[in-house]
């Protein structure tokens, strides 16, 4: 082992084998991936390798982040209504804190988005009057390297599983995380002028579909607070296996 230097723990991963050494200010990453689909393992300074089903893959680099990303932002405390009438309401809370930082807030209300902010505190419009609502408030940290693809099913689906390439390379098939009935995956390693092809395939009564494919230049952040989004909505009106229905 003498030859990669010495392992460095400090540095995490999305994969249970995985090592980082560190020798004369270069950082060896190592990955398994047990899976029969390409994956990329992502560690908590950022930089990313790209692993082979059921193969072991090795990267070399400084690291994409010089201060890692090791922790999720706190929960924002103290969320309260700070002014109101019949149909808004203004919420106010404390500040998360992060090792890196925070990038946005989102409100849920009743489980469901209503606002992403970077500030701590937000106005809810659309209210009924003499009526209940659970407002939650989550913090969360995006790095100027990664876009959020989303989709979002008119009708709930099962699963919602995202394919896309960067840059022409090896297709990477993920399934997407359900928040409040958007479905979610993270984009990592983008750098000015990278290319993300994609496209979804997602289930809606026991059948599977498909949407056409969608592409995306990477620039910098496109949003007010650091994330670039890609989004997309069921909108085809077909009721045929292999497209989106209506």
Same mark, same amino acid.
């Given at each position: 082992?003498?030859?990669?230097?010495? @392992?460095?723990? #400090?540095?995490?991963?999305?994969?249970?084998?995985?090592?980082? =050494?560190?020798?004369?200010?270069?950082?060896?990453?190592?990955?398994?991936? =047990?899976?029969?689909?390409?994956?990329?393992?992502? =560690?908590?300074?950022?930089?990313?390798?790209?692993?082979?089903? *059921?193969?072991?893959?090795?990267?070399?680099? #400084?690291?994409? !982040?010089?201060?890692?990303?090791?922790?999720?932002?706190?929960?924002?405390? !103290?969320?309260?209504?700070?002014?109101?009438? $019949?149909?808004? @309401?203004?919420?106010?809370?404390?500040? #998360?804190?992060?090792?890196?930082?925070?990038?946005?807030?989102?409100?849920?209300?009743?489980?469901?988005?209503?606002?992403?902010?970077?500030?701590?505190?937000?106005?809810?419009?659309?209210? *009924?009057?003499?009526?209940?609502?659970? =407002?939650? %408030?989550?913090?969360?940290? &995006?790095?100027?390297?990664? $876009?959020?693809?989303?989709?979002?099913?008119?009708?709930?689906?099962?699963?919602?599983?995202?394919?896309?390439?960067?840059?022409?390379?090896?297709?990477? !098939?993920?399934?997407?995380?359900?928040?409040?009935?958007?479905?979610?995956?993270?984009?990592?390693?983008?750098? @000015?002028?990278?290319? %993300?092809?994609?496209?979804?395939?997602?289930?809606?009564?026991?059948?599977?579909?498909?949407?056409?494919?969608?592409?995306?230049?990477?620039?910098?952040? #496109?949003?007010?607070?650091?994330?670039?989004? &890609?989004?997309?909505?069921?909108?085809? !009106?077909?009721?045929?296996?292999?497209?989106?229905?209506?």
């Amino acid at each position: 082992m003498d030859a990669v230097g010495n @392992i460095d723990r #400090s540095i995490t991963a999305n994969s249970p084998i995985y090592g980082v =050494f560190h020798k004369n200010g270069v950082k060896t990453y190592v990955a398994y991936n =047990f899976s029969d689909q390409v994956k990329t393992v992502t =560690f908590s300074d950022r930089h990313s390798i790209t692993v082979q089903p *059921n193969s072991f893959n090795t990267g070399n680099g #400084s690291g994409g !982040n010089p201060q890692p990303d090791t922790e999720a932002p706190s929960t924002p405390a !103290n969320v309260r209504a700070a002014t109101k009438t $019949a149909s808004t @309401i203004t919420l106010e809370w404390e500040a #998360s804190t992060d090792n890196v930082g925070v990038t946005e807030y989102i409100v849920y209300k009743d489980g469901a988005q209503a606002a992403k902010i970077n500030a701590t505190s937000a106005t809810i419009t659309g209210l *009924n009057a003499a009526t209940t609502y659970s =407002f939650t %408030v989550k913090a969360r940290f &995006i790095s100027d390297r990664e $876009a959020l693809l989303q989709f979002t099913p008119k009708t709930a689906s099962a699963y919602v599983d995202v394919h896309y390439t960067l840059s022409g390379g090896q297709q990477l !098939n993920y399934r997407m995380t359900n928040n409040a009935g958007v479905w979610e995956q993270r984009v990592t390693d983008l750098s @000015i002028g990278k290319t %993300v092809s994609y496209w979804f395939t997602y289930e809606k009564a026991g059948l599977q579909y498909e949407t056409p494919s969608f592409s995306y230049t990477h620039q910098t952040a #496109s949003t007010t607070t650091g994330e670039s989004e &890609i989004s997309a909505t069921e909108v085809l !009106n077909t009721s045929q296996p292999g497209l989106a229905p209506e």
